[in-house]
């Protein structure tokens, strides 16, 4: 079963820049996409972005979009969401999964499940 591990959460203060990464313990090959969504306190999950592996499709929120980049490596079984011009509305905890086309395309955001883990925490100081 693939475990997904996210990293580089820090706190910046607006306008500073963070990678994040999402990083694969299985071939992602055979899985569609991987995508990123986060969750502030007392907000709705949100998806932020998105990238088919197939085709290398990306897709971007409308908060983000101009502002963030999704990448992926399929060497080191990693994707990456390069983060511009952070903003206090940025600041949540941010997740990444694997999902179907559909979810890819539409950024939808899985249900609440204990196996997120931690995910990786963005503070953007105002």
């Known amino acids: 079963q693939v475990q997904l591990v996210e990293s580089g959460g820090e706190a910046v203060q607006p306008g500073g820049s963070l990678t994040l990464s999402c990083a694969s313990s299985?071939?992602?090959?055979?899985?569609?996409?991987t995508a990123w969504f986060r969750q502030a306190p007392g907000k709705e999950r949100e998806g932020v972005s998105c990238?088919?592996?197939?085709?290398?499709?990306?897709y971007y929120s409308d908060a983000v979009k101009g502002r963030f980049t999704i990448s992926r490596d399929k060497v080191k079984n990693t994707v990456d969401l390069q983060m511009n011009n952070l903003q206090p509305e940025d600041a949540a905890v941010h997740h990444c999964w694997n999902p179907p086309v559909y979810h890819c395309t539409h950024l939808s955001t899985p249900e609440p499940d204990d196996s997120w883990g931690p995910g990786t925490q963005v503070t953007v100081s105002t």
């Open positions: 299985d071939n992602t090959r055979e899985y569609y996409a």
């Open positions: 990238i088919m592996h197939g085709d290398g499709g990306t």
